[in-house]
């Protein structure tokens, strides 16, 4: 009787494994896989207010950046830029778009502006403090341009009524 031992080869193996690793690797690197960014992010800071300087009063104010007229790059689309304004005196600083605080995407933006109060479990419910108009990108009169370099914005609003 025959001994119908298999007999492998395990560097040829590890050479075939090799070998789709590369053709992987230089297909990616050939499409793009695993670039970077395909947007120029900028810190954003500034300070909302009233038109007539006063505060907003409320628990949490958001302002968010929503870009306009920026194309979407493949299967990434322009994020819009959010933070919280410190309700004591009217700044933020921090706007985050992919990570933390890393700022608004370089370009024209529609800013919203949001006031809310801490509801009974605890969650913001939306309140009167800024009129509805800022709320929405296509009902907002706010805009802003983000440059490279230092992006400092005054935005103020009007009161509700």
Do not use: W
């Not at 907003?56 to 302002?63: E, G, H, P, Q, Y």
């Amino acid at each position: 009787m025959q001994n119908s031992r298999r007999e492998s080869h395990p560097p040829l193996r590890f050479l075939e494994y090799l070998r789709a690793g590369l053709v992987l690797g230089a297909i990616c690197v050939l499409a793009g896989c695993g670039g970077g960014a395909p947007f120029t992010i900028e810190p954003v800071s500034g300070k909302v207010t009233y038109k007539d300087g006063s505060l907003i009063r409320a628990d949490r104010i958001v302002v968010t950046f929503v870009p306009q007229g920026v194309k979407a790059t493949g299967k990434d689309v322009a994020a819009a830029a959010r933070g919280d304004v410190n309700v004591l005196d009217g700044t933020f600083a921090g706007l985050t778009t992919q990570k933390h605080h890393d700022g608004a995407i370089v370009g024209k933006h529609k800013v919203l502006v949001q006031a809310f109060k801490t509801g009974p479990a605890g969650v913001g419910e939306p309140i009167a403090a800024v009129p509805a108009i800022y709320a929405k990108a296509a009902t907002t009169p706010l805009e802003e341009e983000v440059t490279t370099g230092t992006n400092y914005f005054e935005i103020t609003i009007e009161k509700t009524r």
